[in-house]
């Protein structure tokens, strides 16, 4: 409530970071087409974060005064590296051509950090130390940890005479992220192609200057968005609960484990022409693909008396399947050189299967609620929601809306409110009333390019667009807050009132009775 003192205090608050970065690689060259490569990346970084806030009494209010001076510090390192190997062959022998490759990668990364809260640190800039505390008592806490991946992997490309190409690949990565017996898995991959360009019939086709039909499946592994720990149970201290009018700290598991997470997978066929015409002015490249991602790693909704944060599962299907096509002229005026691209896609999105469970809703947002729901045969997620009908303008208006037996079916709304609409009719506005509000996918996007080179000179433009989707701008629920309690957009001017009832903008309230802020369309 005071930017003055917010500005003049942010002179005791500061974060630095000292941080060293290395990059090391070396090859050479065993014999004829056999070479060796190893890369070696590291990053140290040292973080400090020192906020000190001064005690102040303007007013008598919890906003405006600060009984004691508080100070809080952290200090943290982090720490990676990544060390990579590959081994490779290449040799041609006819119209044979082979190059092989086989490597191996691991990597690391580990954190440590210290903190400490105290308060009655004196003001005097060279005393605004932990240590210099009057206190009794300070708050310490610590965090740590580490994740570790190694990966060996495998590729084989073969070529005959230019026209027929085949690759195969395979990668066995080992994880931290999984408890012993589910830390490994094995991801393949295979795709094929035919160059019809260099196939002597096309000899004679001036205009297509490039044609290539090519096909393949691969699947890839995910981990990344586990914790260190989800496989197992860990216990989080200071949690202080009162026996007999005395605190006591307490340890217990805040987080449930899961010790059968095992890797999430997504395997993809796609199948693709690229085409070239007049000496490759212009080139298109159409593909269609279906992409599913199987085992999901997903946090599973649990009823809140158990009392712990729910745990991480591999839970569900989800397919992304469609077609996608790009086009590119280009060309040379003069010493004017220019091209202009288009590329779009048109992807579906369904959630095949739960792995057995039943819907749930996600998307909390602070203010709203769950704004989205997870359920099989629909987009992961879709937007749910209850369903408006305008404003309640007049009193008159408000009576009308009743049920069968004659009761209102809002009997908290004043003029002013907003209308929700009783979508399964029993006479009440409750959860059974929300609804599918739409798909946050786009049913079609795309981008436009145009490129121009002059001389020395060169201009480039992008232009992105979607179609087809809902977006929900979820800062409309503090900006255009109907308490008045905040700052507010200028659409709140015209909102409603005794003088203004044809407005579709909600009436100020603090009580907020009808809830019209809830989550909508």
Request: hydrophobic share 35%; charged share 20%; net charge negative.
């Amino acid at each position: 409530n005071n930017p003055a003192r917010i500005v003049d205090e942010a002179k005791n608050q500061g974060w630095d970071q000292h941080k060293f970065i290395s990059n090391f690689w070396g090859e050479i060259q065993l014999l004829e087409g056999l070479s060796f490569r190893s890369n070696f990346s590291s990053d140290l970084s040292f973080d400090h974060s020192k906020n000190y806030y001064p005690e102040f009494n303007i007013r008598k209010t919890p906003a405006e005064r600060r009984q004691v001076s508080e100070l809080n510090e952290s200090r943290g390192t982090n720490f990676s590296w990544n060390w990579s190997n590959y081994l490779t062959y290449q040799k041609a022998f006819g119209d044979h051509s082979v190059n092989v490759m086989g490597g191996q990668e691991a990597n690391l990364a580990q954190w440590s950090s210290i903190s400490g809260r105290a308060t009655l640190v004196p003001a005097d800039p060279s005393q605004q130390f932990l240590g210099a505390s009057k206190a009794t008592e300070a708050l310490v806490g610590s965090g740590q940890g580490e994740v570790s991946l190694l990966s060996f992997f495998g590729r084989v490309n073969y070529s005959y005479k230019s026209r027929y190409a085949l690759t195969v690949t395979g990668r066995y990565d080992g994880s931290s992220r999984f408890a012993k017996g589910n830390q490994w898995g094995f991801f393949p991959s295979f795709a094929a192609a035919w160059n019809v360009t260099n196939e002597d019939f096309m000899q004679h086709i001036a205009v297509i200057s490039q044609l290539k039909v090519r096909a393949g499946y691969g699947e890839v592994g995910n981990q990344a968005v586990l914790g260190v720990s989800d496989y197992i149970t860990t216990v989080t201290n200071q949690q202080r609960y009162s026996f007999n009018n005395n605190p006591v700290e307490g340890r217990i598991p805040t987080t449930l484990s899961n010790p059968e997470l095992i890797w999430e997978s997504s395997n993809m066929i796609n199948v693709g022409i690229d085409w070239g015409f007049l000496d490759d002015k212009l080139n298109l490249t159409t593909e269609y693909f279906i992409r599913d991602t199987e085992d999901m790693l997903v946090t599973v909704p649990i009823p809140e008396y158990v009392g712990a944060y729910a745990p991480k599962a591999n839970a569900g299907t989800m397919r992304n399947s469609g077609f996608e096509f790009s086009v590119l002229y280009k060309s040379t005026v003069g010493e004017l050189k220019y091209d202009v691209g288009l590329n779009m896609s048109f992807i579906n999105n369904e959630l095949m299967n739960l792995g057995g469970g039943q819907p749930f809703e996600s998307g909390n947002v602070n203010k709203v609620g769950n704004t989205t729901k997870v359920e099989e045969g629909m987009p992961f997620p879709y937007f749910f929601g209850y369903q408006t009908d305008g404003i309640f303008n007049t009193e008159e208006e408000l009576a009308a809306y009743v049920n069968g037996d004659g009761l209102l079916i809002q009997p908290n709304a004043k003029p002013g409110d907003v209308k929700f609409r009783d979508i399964n009719n029993n006479g009440a506005i409750d959860p059974g009333d929300r609804v599918n509000l739409g798909n946050p996918f786009p049913k079609y996007s795309g981008g436009f390019s145009i490129g121009l080179e002059y001389k020395s000179f060169d201009l480039k433009a992008f232009l992105v667009f979607s179609g087809g989707h809902q977006v929900v701008n979820s800062l409309i629920r503090w900006n255009e807050d109907v308490t008045g309690i905040l700052n507010s957009t200028t659409n709140r001017l015209d909102r409603w009132t005794a003088s203004n009832t044809t407005s579709n903008e909600p009436r100020m309230t603090r009580a907020d009775a009808n809830e019209n802020m809830r989550f909508s369309d």
